[in-house]
Structures are given as C-alpha cells and as structure tokens.
C-alpha cells in the first residue's frame, strides 16, 4: 500500500487554510449589512460620483503589456531556485535553463515588433 510519510505538516496547513477561507465567508455573510437601497448600488469612486458607463473598452495595449510583464515575472519566479541550486544540478540544468532564456527573448522580441511596449 501507498503511504505518504512526512505530509503530516502538509496535510494540517491544508485544512487549517480551508478552515480560515470558509471561516472568512462564513463571517463576511453573518457581519454584513443587509440595507439595500440606492446608495448601496451605486459604484464607488474615490467618493466622487460616477461619470459614465462602467463598460467601457480599454486599448489593447494595457492587456499586452500586462502580459509581457506577467512572463517576464515568471521566468524570475522559474529562474531564482535555479539559480540557487545552480551548483548542484549541472550541465544539464545549465542547458535547459538556457533554451528557457532563449524562448523568453524570442517571446521578448515578438512582442517588441507587435508594439506591446509602447505606452503612447
């Protein structure tokens, strides 16, 4: 039989965590106010009034240079505990972290000539 020794600690923070969200949910439907009128269904703006429609269609270029930043935030994430273990894992390691570089630029620079990085 197949027997997880050693996720005792794991298996406590996961219920512990479930335990906290459906604890907040459980907490945030007993506390909250139950008033309904006009006030509670108008949006919120820094205290000012609304001006217009709240569907409303933003410049592509927002989402496209989110995007590029999103990758770039995930080589860092994918890239530091290599670098940590850079010693111990060898050539290997070295080789495949360099085609993943090497795809990162390729997607760098497609997104370069399609003009994800110009603000204006």
Not at 61 to 85: H, K
């Amino acid at each position: 039989m197949f027997v997880l020794t050693g996720y005792d600690y794991f298996l406590v923070f996961i219920i512990v965590c479930s335990l906290v969200a459906a604890a907040a949910i459980i907490l945030s439907s007993v506390l909250a106010p139950k008033r309904k009128g006009v006030e509670r269904r108008l949006t919120y703006e820094s205290g000012m009034e609304p001006i217009g429609g709240a569907w409303i269609q933003f410049n592509i270029r927002y989402y496209m240079f989110a995007l590029v930043f999103v990758v770039f935030d995930v080589e860092t994430v994918f890239l530091y505990p290599w670098a940590v273990a850079f010693h111990q894992l060898g050539l290997l390691a070295f080789v495949e972290a360099l085609i993943f570089i090497a795809i990162l630029v390729v997607a760098l620079v497609y997104a370069w000539r399609k003009g994800a990085l110009e603000w204006s």
